[in-house]
């Protein structure tokens, strides 16, 4: 197909996949006559991979994902079906990676039309192809609009919320962070003076937010504001961790979507990286998550995040591990939150933190590591919650709370 060519689908269920030399954030939005969404449910993506008719599918990292369209269960009111990538690094563009939409039969697999836009450069999210509903007839268009301004600006367009919630403390924390105007969830703030570590303490739990501990004596349990230096028999622990972060619903019956994160600082608090379901591994593979979990059930780990203290680089002094509920749940329906360190190689439980309150936000600081001079990390347990649905809106409030 060329841009703005069209075909009619001779059946009722198609599959359209993108594919790229990299990995692309694939999403469908459900558009009426007038070109827009009736709410936020109706952008089908990772984080929300189902709708009346629409549904997200995900190629797990080793083939496109893609968006099926069952045209006989779209509702009343939806005209169109627009189906978008984006490179998933941040900042990427699309210029010499041209992605291929390739529109299939659903059920068959049969392929019914391809779509490479030309002569794409500076843009960093595109309308690829759309489904739409043509007197009373269904047909695939060709599309090739480039944006800019990366999945924000699409969604935006077609009235979906995404200017994120500013992202600021709680009110029971310290002064948040200002919001900056920016597309895609991001804040600026001026970060508070650095805290200074508190004088080494005998090896027995002290009272809360008081001195630190090692791991002489075995397992730790954190309170929050509690600080443990990761150093056994004298030397400090320098080979793979897993912090495990884990969670129930409240309440019966309900699934809990929560999304785990660390974000990486250097030592000025600049953010280096983050490492979350859409960005699986970071800092040349030191840190890798597991990936999303999308319902919270279960017992266990509900995402893991393994850190290879001795492959980061010089530069990756803090690490900030995060929670969030991209779907807005807030963290009071949540429970038995807490995040757990590990020895990678032998499973062997380090430091635990249970998270014993709950506040109505939509992230959470669960707990910090940071490098000292003499080379030592120490983990402190953090639980403070944050108005962020997103990583993006927990980089500047964590640089704070460094």
């Keep these: 197909m060329t841009p703005g060519s069209n075909i009619p689908l001779a059946v009722t269920r198609v599959?359209?996949?993108?594919?790229?030399?990299?990995?692309?954030?694939?999403?469908?939005?459900?558009?009426?006559?007038?070109?827009?969404?009736?709410?936020?449910?109706?952008?089908?993506?990772?984080?929300?991979?189902?709708?009346?008719?629409?549904?997200?599918?995900?190629?797990?990292?080793?083939?496109?994902?893609?968006?099926?369209?069952?045209?006989?269960?779209?509702?009343?009111?939806?005209?169109?079906?627009?189906?978008?990538?984006?490179?998933?690094?941040?900042?990427?563009?699309?210029?010499?990676?041209?992605?291929?939409?390739?529109?299939r039969d659903a059920d068959g697999g049969a392929v019914l039309a391809t779509f490479t836009p030309p002569r794409l450069g500076t843009e960093t999210a595109l309308v690829v192809v759309e489904?739409?509903?043509?007197?009373?007839?269904?047909?695939?268009?060709?599309?090739?609009?480039?944006?800019?301004?990366?999945?924000?600006?699409?969604?935006?367009?077609?009235?979906?919320?995404?200017?994120e919630e500013p992202a600021q403390a709680a009110p029971s924390q310290a002064p948040a962070p200002a919001p900056a105007p920016a597309?895609?969830?991001?804040?600026?703030?001026?970060?508070a003076p650095a805290p200074q570590a508190a004088p080494p303490a005998p090896p027995a739990p002290p009272a809360p937010g008081a001195g630190k501990i090692n791991l002489d004596k075995g397992r730790v349990n954190l309170q929050k504001n509690q600080t443990v230096s990761l150093?056994?028999?004298?030397?400090?622990?320098?080979?793979?961790?897993?912090?495990?972060?884990?969670?129930?619903?409240?309440?019966?019956?309900?699934?809990?979507?929560?999304?785990?994160?660390?974000?990486?600082?250097?030592?000025?608090?600049?953010?280096?990286?983050?490492?979350?379901?859409?960005k699986l591994t970071i800092l040349n593979g030191a840190i890798k998550h597991s990936g999303d979990n999308l319902t919270g059930e279960g017992a266990g780990d509900d995402e893991v995040i393994v850190v290879d203290l001795g492959r980061l680089p010089a530069d990756a002094t803090g690490l900030v591990?995060?929670?969030?509920?991209?779907?807005?749940?807030?963290?009071?329906?949540?429970?038995k939150a807490y995040?757990?360190?590990?020895?990678?190689?032998?499973?062997?439980?380090?430091?635990?933190?249970?998270?014993?309150?709950?506040?109505?936000?939509?992230?959470?600081?669960?707990a910090k590591l940071i490098k000292q001079f003499s080379g030592e990390w120490e983990m402190t347990a953090m639980g403070e919650f944050v108005k962020?649905?997103?990583v993006r809106g927990m980089v500047k409030p964590a640089a704070q709370a460094l």
């Design 15 to 103: 599959a359209v996949d993108v594919a790229a030399p990299v990995r692309l954030d694939v999403s469908g939005l459900l558009l009426t006559a007038d070109g827009k969404v009736r709410s936020d449910d109706d952008f089908i993506f990772y984080n929300q991979p189902s709708g009346p008719g629409v549904t997200y599918r995900s190629g797990g990292g080793t083939a496109p994902d893609a968006i099926i369209v069952d045209t006989a269960a779209v509702p009343p009111g939806i005209e169109k079906i627009v189906v978008t990538a984006s490179p998933d690094a941040a900042g990427q563009t699309f210029q010499g990676i041209e992605p291929t939409a390739t529109v």
């Design 131 to 163: 489904v739409y509903l043509r007197n009373g007839a269904w047909k695939v268009r060709a599309v090739g609009q480039g944006y800019a301004d990366g999945l924000a600006g699409i969604a935006t367009d077609f009235g979906v919320s995404v200017d």
């Design 183 to 191: 597309p895609a969830p991001a804040r600026a703030s001026t970060p």
């Design 231 to 278: 150093v056994k028999g004298g030397r400090p622990l320098l080979s793979q961790v897993k912090m495990g972060l884990g969670w129930e619903p409240a309440f019966r019956g309900k699934d809990i979507d929560l999304d785990a994160s660390v974000i990486a600082y250097g030592p000025q608090r600049n953010h280096l990286d983050s490492c979350y379901f859409g």
């Design 321 to 335: 591990f995060t929670v969030n509920s991209f779907s807005g749940q807030k963290f009071t329906e949540v429970a």
């Design 339 to 366: 995040c757990r360190l590990m020895d990678a190689a032998t499973g062997e439980e380090l430091v635990r933190f249970d998270l014993t309150s709950a506040e109505p936000q939509t992230g959470v600081m669960m």
């Design 388 to 390: 962020s649905r997103t």
